[in-house]
């Protein structure tokens, strides 16, 4: 049972436009949410966070964006960048991140130039 | 280089062989955490310490696998017995008790032929 979704395993974006990446979640006990980045042959690399007491978290050119009614977060990326091509994981974890993380499967960002 | 450490960083073994990876966390770090991540997947929770204690483990977890953090500082994780479906990419993890975050290692890469 998977409670973390990422339905696009995929997404192709063209430098300078805006990336959204989208994650949705089935356990209404998640309460702290998390993006990871990752570059083949590489561990994941923490992005930003978004505690479920927020609707959204800027950091830079990152944006999270929380939807408690539709268990639903996104991760805005702007203006999108090469470097930016990756593997992104959205991850929840309960109690304000005191258990372990759940990891989704992930979506591979393309930034086509 | 003060992140979290693995090695090796990979390894090729034969099916029925013990295999032993180990995890260095940021020296500051009490909570350790050891995923799982197999292709076109998320990371999988496989089990957690705080300090030397094993907190958690993942029904994951068969019994062909064992981890320590004997000391508190570094850990183990030893495969006995290893089949092909064991081949993964085993990533440590750590953070300190109550921060969200954790900060991976680069992995180590288990090959089962």
């Known amino acids: 049972d998977q409670q973390v979704k990422q339905n696009s395993p995929s997404l192709s974006v063209q430098e300078g436009r805006i990336s959204i990446l989208n994650c949705d979640y089935t356990?209404?006990?998640?309460?702290?949410f998390l993006w990871y980045k990752k570059y083949p042959a590489e561990g994941p690399t923490f992005l930003i966070s978004?505690?479920?007491?927020?609707d959204k978290n800027e950091d830079g050119r990152f944006t999270v964006f929380l939807n408690k009614s539709a268990k639903h977060l996104s991760l805005h990326i702007v203006p999108s960048q090469p470097g930016d091509s990756a593997v992104y994981f959205c991850?929840?974890?309960?109690?304000?991140?005191?258990?372990?993380?759940?990891f989704g499967k992930g979506t591979h960002l393309i930034i086509q130039p | 280089d003060t992140g979290v450490s693995q090695n090796p960083r990979h390894k090729i073994t034969k099916r029925g062989q013990n295999v032993t990876f180990r995890c260095d966390p940021i020296?500051?770090?009490?909570?350790l955490y050891w995923y799982r991540q197999t292709l076109g997947q998320g990371p999988e929770f496989l089990t957690y310490f705080q300090n030397e204690a094993q907190l958690e483990k993942s029904r994951l977890l068969s019994d062909r696998f064992s981890a320590e953090r004997p000391k508190g500082s570094f850990s183990t994780l030893e495969i006995q017995r290893t089949e092909q479906g064991d081949s993964a990419m085993y990533l440590c993890?750590?953070?300190?008790?109550?921060?969200?975050?954790?900060?991976f290692g680069e992995g180590s890469r288990l090959t089962v032929l």
């Open positions: 978004i505690s479920s007491i927020k």
């Open positions: 993890a750590s953070r300190i008790q109550g921060m969200g975050e954790l900060f």
């Open positions: 020296s500051e770090h009490n909570r």
């Open positions: 356990n209404s006990m998640f309460d702290y």
């Open positions: 991850a929840a974890s309960i109690r304000g991140g005191a258990d372990g993380l759940t």
